[in-house]
């Protein structure tokens, strides 16, 4: 009689189907450390089985790309011989049973997929979606996921650059905690995860190997309910200290002549690892797991193939290279052993005690997982939050205090209570620090520098998932040049409700079509992700949440460009025009409590013309500071543009034209395709001049002067002063309002 | 010059503190592995930034421990230049090698920010290119920076201009508005009595380009390149 009952099966998130196909690829039935491979190999985490036939339409190509998706992360050709090595990845579901431990491993996940590939790991971003401050739920996730990306990223010596925040009550009972991490390594010395050479020894290397996180992946894959805080155990425990030491080793590794090919063990571990390495070779593994340095001698071979104990990678060295390869980790105080083989015949053999305890084709555990076409349909619900009468809203009446509300919202106030918990200066490569449209970062022995944001409006993602997947990447091609930056590649991480509703099909189809359309129309490739699916708890589900990591080149240093006013008299010039874009805006959730309506307009040539022109005009030295308008509008943007600057605050003066739009429209709808430029007098015709050739909209719309901001609007008769404020003010309620919250509780 | 920089198990500011001395400041650096007993023709020794050995269990406490711990309090006994950055400071107060002890900051949280530091004592091979009560913006990175000691000690550092640098707030009063982590008399450097091991918790290695926005640490690392040229080699060991 099979040991495999049906409730095992049930527990191992398999279904009838796949188990069929489990005993159609082997011949027979598994055995239970069979059945719990296959059940983490072919989890949605692990096996993309929803995503992947719709993540094949996402253009992967470009002359600069070095490694597209499929690997551990994604490289990019910088020029000088060097490649930015990046990916982002999610930690949700760990996060919020654990926040702390849930965040930390998620950095150190990130970081090994990238100094697995040969790169030196050189800046962190962080994306985080929490419910709101007013819930003690919710503040102890912050603080907890704040203090575990501190406390393993710190540690490890990679600067934590920048990154955003946004609270809404939809996050409450699932946050989001995506890391993303960007390396350099050099462009001929990318390494691969591959277990080419038969016969070449398998070398086991870094922690040991222990009983936690057992069925992460598969925790991952699952929709949460009241019990899930019961899923504790499934969480790994960091050790930013042994992933430090692990990090030097394999850089030294890599350094010599040694190593064939290398994996860490992340979502299923010692499993992952082998099978997927034999599996991109065409090859198989034999595994001794008698070798394998383990926490507790009693471990099965079940806990062992499964554990996602952290800080641990499998490297292929070349035959002969052992013992050097030994010597290495040893002097980093490492615990290693060869552990096996690679062997022709391209079965993953796993043995203990010279028993044969697990026999599967790596090909079918790491690539042949089941594939699933989802049904997908436009939800019913869809028009209700899309239809959105603004004649019913009334106009705003006391512009000062709608502008002061929505600087201490949390979402838009400043996130120094954050960052300052990060170091963001160690590697001294940091030229921008948190706090501007985009983290710049010099690299050594160039001239250059590189630019990284992370954005996603999940709200317009909500409202219509095709438009906000590409305002996404708009914003975030925006933010790159604003800094002063080419847009040159992309990572996603692609956060959505369970897939198996096809209304959350829905949304994921066309997020995706949505990126497709808006990448190819800026040319800025894809080149690695991570899809997490069952974002939902008791049913409710989030908002869709592609979450997008750019990566932009700035070839000259120090023609970087920063958001806040640089000298008193520049003049402020407006780039793009305002509609009446209130749908989804921030400003309707803030102060009418809204969230309807259509997301902006969006058109991708005027998006494409204004990139080209203000990155002309960095590069030609005419701009002194340049800030997107984004969540909280134009009114938003110039305050942060005076008072975001590190040394000082500076006010300005401005008249913003009317038309035939109502008030608040101007001032807080977020229209897109604007940038709000601040320069020398002595450039406002050039500047004028180089828009107009190209057909963006541009306007001197006032001077940097004084110590409040003060904004006018212009109607067909006369100006009327709608904003005026110290500056001082604005950065007081903007500057502290998180802390404030926290303390207040 | 040869400028020895050390490097502990989880030492990350070890390749800054390289960078610095070799790339811009044009000197010879050799880096230094921990279980080295000796320490040979070198002008000064870095102890850099980081969390050695995890410093799980308090700042320092274990890094005291390693092999080139001996070599550098010999080195350091000789009248060799020793210049231990944050956790170097740490691992040099736990080594007995400058008294006092750190405290976690009075926030509890790791604190990563620009603080002002007035340079007390402008007379060390670590202060000679500042002038007197110089105000310099110098970036901290720490969650261990809180300078503790006893009142008899803490009026000897006083007595003998031991106290190198004093946070302070941008236009130079030492207030307890200008203290960044809850520091006893502020203090965010101290030496020891001969004046050639200095500690202190800001980092001069992060703000000494003007391709970073700030330069103000240079002054410091200079002072230490013209200290060493005053200093003869030292050879210390076995």
Request: proline share 5%; net charge negative; hydrophobic share 40%.
């Amino acid at each position: 009689m099979s040991v495999i009952t049906n409730d095992l099966i049930a527990q191992h998130n398999l279904t009838g189907d796949e188990y069929k196909h489990i005993i159609e690829i082997l011949g027979r039935e598994p055995n239970l450390t069979e059945l719990g491979m296959f059940s983490v190999m072919w989890s949605e985490h692990c096996s993309y089985k929803s995503s992947r036939v719709h993540l094949k339409k996402l253009p992967t190509t470009g002359p600069r790309v070095v490694q597209g998706p499929g690997e551990n992360a994604g490289a990019v050709d910088i020029g000088d011989g060097l490649c930015v090595v990046f990916k982002m990845e999610s930690h949700n579901h760990p996060s919020f049973i654990e926040p702390y431990q849930g965040a930390a491993t998620g950095v150190g996940g990130i970081l090994r997929d990238v100094f697995t590939m040969g790169a030196r790991p050189i800046a962190l971003l962080d994306s985080l979606r929490f419910g709101g401050l007013d819930t003690a739920k919710n503040r102890h996730l912050m603080k907890g996921v704040v203090s575990g990306i501190a406390g393993y990223g710190n540690c490890m010596g990679v600067p934590t650059v920048g990154g955003e925040i946004v609270f809404n009550d939809i996050y409450s009972l699932n946050p989001l905690v995506n890391v993303f991490c960007l390396g350099i390594a050099h462009k001929d010395k990318i390494f691969r995860g591959t277990a080419a050479g038969v016969g070449n020894p398998v070398i086991y290397f870094g922690s040991k190997t222990g009983r936690d996180g057992i069925h992460g992946a598969t925790m991952a894959s699952d929709s949460f309910d009241d019990k899930s805080e019961q899923k504790r155990p499934t969480v790994q425990v960091g050790d930013p200290f042994q992933e430090k030491l692990l990090l030097e080793a394999c850089l030294e590794l890599m350094a010599g002549d040694l190593l064939v090919g290398i994996q860490d063990m992340g979502a299923a571990g010692l499993t992952s690892s082998s099978c997927e390495m034999a599996s991109r070779a065409g090859n198989g593994i034999e595994l001794d797991l008698t070798h394998v340095p383990r926490r507790e001698p009693s471990m099965t071979p079940y806990e062992l193939m499964l554990s996602e104990s952290q800080e641990r990678m499998l490297m292929v060295a070349k035959a002969g290279k052992e013992d050097e390869c030994l010597a290495i980790c040893r002097k980093w105080d490492l615990d290693v052993a060869v552990v096996g083989r690679v062997t022709g015949d391209g079965i993953l053999r796993v043995k203990d005690h010279g028993t044969v305890v697990a026999e599967i084709p790596a090909k079918a555990l790491a690539d042949d997982g089941p594939r699933y076409e989802r049904s997908y349909t436009l939800p019913p619900y869809q028009d209700i939050l899309t239809n959105l009468n603004c004649d019913l809203i009334p106009d705003v009446k006391d512009a000062n205090a709608v502008l002061l509300s929505l600087l201490e919202s949390s979402t838009i106030a400043s996130k120094r209570w954050v960052y300052h918990q990060y170091d963001h200066m160690v590697r001294t490569n940091t030229m921008v620090r948190p706090g501007s449209d985009a983290a710049v970062v010099r690299i050594k022995g160039t001239n250059k520098a590189v630019a990284m944001t992370v954005d996603c409006n999940s709200r317009y993602c909500m409202l219509h998932p095709y438009e906000g997947a590409r305002l996404a990447v708009a914003e975030a091609a925006r933010n790159l040049v604003c800094s002063g930056a080419e847009p040159i590649g992309l990572t996603d991480c692609l956060n959505f409700g369970n897939p198996e509703r096809s209304d959350i099909m829905w949304q994921f189809v066309l997020t995706i079509e949505g990126m497709k359309d808006a990448c190819e129309h800026l040319r800025v490739p894809i080149v690695s992700g991570n899809v997490s699916f069952y974002n939902e708890t008791n049913g409710l589900s989030i908002y869709p949440t592609p979450m997008l990591g750019m990566v932009g080149l700035i070839e000259q240093a120090d023609r970087t460009t920063t958001q806040w006013f640089k000298a008193e008299g520049d003049d402020i010039i407006l780039l793009g025009t305002a509609r009446e874009d209130l749908g989804g805006s921030e400003y309707l959730k803030v102060v009418q409590a809204r969230e309807q309506g259509s997301p902006p307009f969006l058109n991708m040539n005027a998006e494409k013309a204004l990139h080209d022109c203000v990155l002309a005009m960095i590069r030609a030295g005419m701009v002194q500071s340049a800030h997107d308008c984004s969540d909280g509008g134009l009114a938003v943007a110039l305050a942060e543009s005076a008072m975001s600057g590190p040394d000082r605050l500076l006010g300005a003066v401005v008249t913003l034209a009317l038309g035939r739009l109502r008030k608040d429209a101007v001032l807080f709808g977020e229209s897109q395709s604007r940038v709000v430029l601040s320069a020398k007098l002595v450039h406002r015709q050039a500047i004028l001049d180089s828009a107009r050739r190209v057909g963006v909209p541009v306007a001197v719309i006032g001077s940097v002067t004084g110590n409040r901001l003060v904004i006018s609007l212009e109607g067909e008769q006369s100006a009327v002063k709608v904003i005026d404020v110290p500056v001082a003010m604005l950065y007081d309620r903007w500057a502290f309002s998180i802390e404030r919250t926290l303390h207040q509780a | 010059m040869n400028i020895g920089v050390v490097v502990f198990p989880g030492s990350n500011c070890d390749h800054d503190c390289q960078y610095i001395f070799r790339d811009v400041l044009g000197q010879d650096v050799t880096m230094v592995w921990h279980k080295e007993a000796s320490l040979t023709r070198l002008d000064a020794v870095i102890l850099p930034g980081g969390f050695s050995y995890g410093d799980y269990l308090r700042t320092g406490a274990i890094a005291r421990f390693s092999p080139v711990m001996g070599a550098v309090k010999k080195y350091a006994a000789d009248g060799g230049l020793v210049l231990g950055i944050c956790n170097g400071f740490q691992i040099l107060l736990e080594a007995g090698l400058l008294p006092g002890a750190m405290l976690r900051n009075q926030s509890l949280h790791f604190i990563c920010n620009d603080v002002h530091v007035r340079v007390e004592n402008a007379a060390t091979p670590f202060t000679s290119a500042c002038k007197p009560s110089q105000v310099l913006k110098i970036p901290i990175a720490h969650a261990d920076g809180n300078y503790y000691t006893d009142p008899v000690t803490l009026a000897g550092l006083q007595a003998n201009a031991q106290i190198v640098l004093r946070y302070c707030t941008p236009d130079g009063k030492v207030t307890s508005g200008g203290n960044p982590n809850g520091s006893l008399d502020n203090i965010a450097g101290v030496c020891n009595a001969a004046g050639n091991v200095l500690g202190l918790m800001p980092h001069p290695e992060r703000c000494a380009e003007s391709v970073l926005g700030n330069d103000d640490g240079r002054l410091i690392l200079a002072s230490l390149v013209e200290g060493m040229k005053k200093a003869k080699p030292q050879t210390v060991g076995e």
